[in-house]
């Protein structure tokens, strides 16, 4: 099964939290996680995504900037926010989309983008 790792352009702690919820009101133009505004209301996920989510046939990882310059440093030089994908039994991510993909999206186009690059019933399966 393929994995999905996305990842904020925003760090991790509920201090940052507050600080992005009033950015992402304040000034929604000059907030730097485009991935942050179309999945996240001002304090919790839509119910779109986190269903969409919890129907994708792969696992899923979601990390703030500061948790993958821990995890996962090979990936820092890629622009975020982003989505990486592994194939099972894999090591290395691959760029799934990038940053300057997801900048244009809405939650709607970003569910169709991912559906269109991810089979949502992967090859082999029986579900």
């Not at 201090?15 to 000034?27: E, G, M, P, V």
């Not at 500061?66 to 990936?75: A, G, K, V």
């Not at 890629?78 to 691959?94: D, G, V």
């Not at 809405?106 to 991912?114: E, Q, S, T, V």
Request: glycine share 4%; aromatic share 8%.
């Amino acid at each position: 099964m393929a994995e999905l790792l996305f990842v904020y352009n925003a760090d991790s702690g509920l201090l940052n939290s507050a600080l992005d919820t009033l950015h992402k009101t304040l000034s929604p133009a000059t907030y730097a996680c485009s991935l942050c505004a179309v999945t996240y209301g001002a304090t919790s996920m839509r119910p779109e995504w986190r269903t969409f989510l919890r129907d994708l046939p792969v696992n899923t990882t979601f990390l703030h900037r500061d948790e993958l310059r821990q995890r996962y440093p090979s990936l820092l030089a890629e622009p975020l926010p982003a989505i990486f994908r592994r194939e099972t039994n894999a090591t290395a991510w691959q760029v799934f989309l990038t940053a300057r993909e997801l900048k244009p999206l809405d939650l709607p186009g970003l569910i169709l983008m991912i559906k269109g690059r991810l089979p949502m019933v992967e090859e082999g399966s029986t579900e």
